[in-house]
T-cell receptor
Framework: NAGVTQTPKFQVLKTGQSMTLQCAQDMNHNSMYWYRQDPGMGLRLIYYSASEGTTDKGEVPNGYNVSRLNKREFSLRLESAAPSQTSVYFC?????????????FGPGTRLTVL | QKEVEQDPGPLSVPEGAIVSLNCTYSNSAFQYFMWYRQYSRKGPELLMYTYSSGNKEDGRFTAQVDKSSKYISLFIRDSQPSDSATYLCAMSETGNTPLVFGKGTRLSVIA
């Protein structure tokens, strides 16, 4: 099992460019999450999908959109990148949204916006 | 005030020391408490999980929750250089609410 995979691993964008971060899990999990991690700020939730067909905003959703493409895949889109979106992005998944389930993280995507 | 407060460190200790990592929180509805370990340039991985108050031990690691004080701790006994990582506390309410993370404490164990 690969667990949670993310592509790309690294990306450099210019201000105003758009891109989609891809996330896939092979653990048959129902719930998936997107976080950003910044120095001194910790992990902050951007969007999550408690189950296939649903998405909800997290703590910092502005400037992002998400798509739960199917049960395995959950993508994060930056329509018009800004330098403030320079960060490390982590995708995570868990069997259900219930609090007792273990949340598994991907390896992260390091994004720089110039 | 952020819901979960965690001293970012860095914390540097000699090999074999006992390490104490702590978080405080303001939301009395939190029922589930976790500690994640994150090695440099990797994703976090679950280390310990505790429900409500009490202690939980797993090898060299002990997690404590004091809900009356809104305070959780992670103790690492006989610390090893391989324990050098960032430790993040996380917590959630009942039901399907997402985890809320602390900022993480960077730990270095010096051989």
């Amino acid at each position: 099992n690969a667990g949670v995979t993310q592509t790309p691993k690294f990306q450099v964008l210019k201000t105003g460019q758009s891109m989609t971060l891809q996330c896939a899990q092979d653990m048959n999990h129902n719930s998936m999450y997107w976080y950003r991690q910044d120095p001194g700020m910790g992990l902050r939730l951007i969007y999550y999908s408690a189950s296939e067909g649903t998405t909800d905003k997290g703590e910092v959703p502005n400037g992002y959109n998400v798509s739960r493409l199917n049960k395995r895949e959950f993508s994060l889109r930056l329509e018009s990148a800004a330098p403030s979106q320079t960060s490390v992005y982590f995708c995570a998944s868990k069997m259900t949204a219930g609090s007792t389930d273990t949340q598994y993280f991907g390896p992260g995507t390091r994004l720089t916006v110039l | 005030q952020k819901e979960v407060e965690q001293d970012p460190g860095p914390l540097s200790v000699p090999e074999g020391a006992i390490v104490s990592l702590n978080c405080t929180y303001s939301n009395s509805a939190f029922q589930y408490f976790m500690w994640y370990r994150q090695y440099s340039r990797k994703g976090p991985e679950l280390l310990m999980y505790t429900y409500s108050s009490g202690n939980k031990e797993d090898g060299r690691f002990t997690a404590q929750v004091d809900k009356s004080s809104k305070y959780i701790s992670l103790f690492i006994r006989d610390s090893q250089p391989s324990d050098s990582a960032t430790y993040l506390c996380a917590m959630s309410e009942t039901g399907n609410t997402p985890l809320v993370f602390g900022k993480g404490t960077r730990l270095s164990v010096i051989a």
